[in-house]
């Protein structure tokens, strides 16, 4: 039963406002989703490119509304450990679960301006970006990502191509 329909239709506009705000304050609306890697492209110092995680790389990156995000990426032929204990890998095993693999998480924010994804990183696989700030410029278009990770893999970058998962 409703007793004071004014009240309840002035909270229902200023919780969908809050909502509203809180992504387009972050310049992010077009970043929220679930994404899924398509290509992986890093360029070392030298222009050398390789596939870090091989032709085929797996990986997802979810943007909340609220300014948290996730992202993992793997290489699609990681071994499976022959123990069938990730705790009893053998040092081939590890060195290539450890190369082919990085995650992380955290909060973000997008500055529109400059076109630049700023990644607060809270933990990741890779200890050395805990509690970094990454930035990363980008172009969004429609359901297309794409963001360079500057300074990657000892002093070059990569370049990232994500899709809009529906």
């Not at 992202?71 to 590890?94: H, M, Q, W």
Request: glycine share 10%.
């Amino acid at each position: 039963m409703m007793r004071n329909p004014t009240r309840a239709a002035a909270a229902a506009s200023l919780f969908c406002f809050a909502i509203s705000a809180d992504v387009s304050a972050q310049g992010a609306k077009g970043f929220v989703g679930a994404w899924s890697l398509v290509t992986n492209v890093v360029t070392d110092a030298s222009g050398k490119k390789t596939q870090t995680f091989g032709d085929k790389p797996m990986g997802q990156v979810i943007f909340t509304s609220n300014g948290r995000y996730d992202l993992v990426i793997t290489r699609s032929d990681l071994p499976k450990f022959a123990a069938d204990n990730r705790l009893k890998g053998t040092a081939d095993e590890n060195k290539a679960v450890v190369g082919g693999s990085i995650s992380h998480f955290g909060k973000y924010t997008v500055d529109e301006k400059t076109k630049t994804l700023h990644l607060h990183i809270e933990s990741a696989s890779y200890p050395n970006w805990n509690g970094t700030e990454q930035k990363r410029p980008y172009t969004l278009a429609g359901d297309d990502l794409k963001w360079t990770a500057p300074n990657a893999s000892g002093g070059g970058s990569a370049d990232l191509v994500w899709k809009r998962i529906k």
